[in-house]
Nanobody
Framework: VQLQASGGGLVQAGGSLRLSCAASGRTFSSHAMGWFRQAPGKERDFVSAIKWSGSSTYYASSVKGRFTISRDNAKNTVYLQMNSLKPEDTAVYYC????????????????????WGQGTLVTVSS
């Protein structure tokens, strides 16, 4: 599975961005897709996740109500709509694919994911 993330950029606080993650290769083997972010000097943190089938979505408490994850199965693409952005949202955002089944907080774990995209930088200015 190959993942290509895009859509990052510079935005003012309160603004919006939409990230995309296009998956190619053996995408049918993927169970769930996740977004993570890593700020300079910090660990990679969970942001959101979605399963390829069904309606299950997951969000970190810091983004719930502001970010929305969605998918287009026909395009093998997952999106992260980010609204009401804050300076603390500044980070490199990575998309990732999980082959194995996950549920609940199991989908929040970095180690759950087998494939990672290259990251896209989001900078929110105050």
């Amino acid at each position: 599975v190959q993942l290509q993330a895009s859509g990052g950029g510079l935005v003012q606080a309160g603004g919006s961005l939409r990230l995309s993650c296009a998956a190619s290769g053996r995408t049918f083997s993927s169970h769930a897709m996740g977004w993570f972010r890593q700020a300079p000097g910090k660990e990679r943190d969970f942001v959101s996740a979605i399963k390829w089938s069904g309606s299950s979505t997951y969000y970190a408490s810091s983004v719930k109500g502001r970010f929305t994850i969605s998918r287009d199965n026909a395009k093998n693409t997952v999106y992260l709509q980010m609204n009401s952005l804050k300076p603390e949202d500044t980070a490199v955002y990575y998309c990732a694919a999980s082959i194995d089944y996950c549920s609940g907080y199991g989908c929040y774990v970095v180690g759950q994911y087998d494939y990672w995209g290259q990251g896209t930088l989001v900078t929110v200015s105050s």
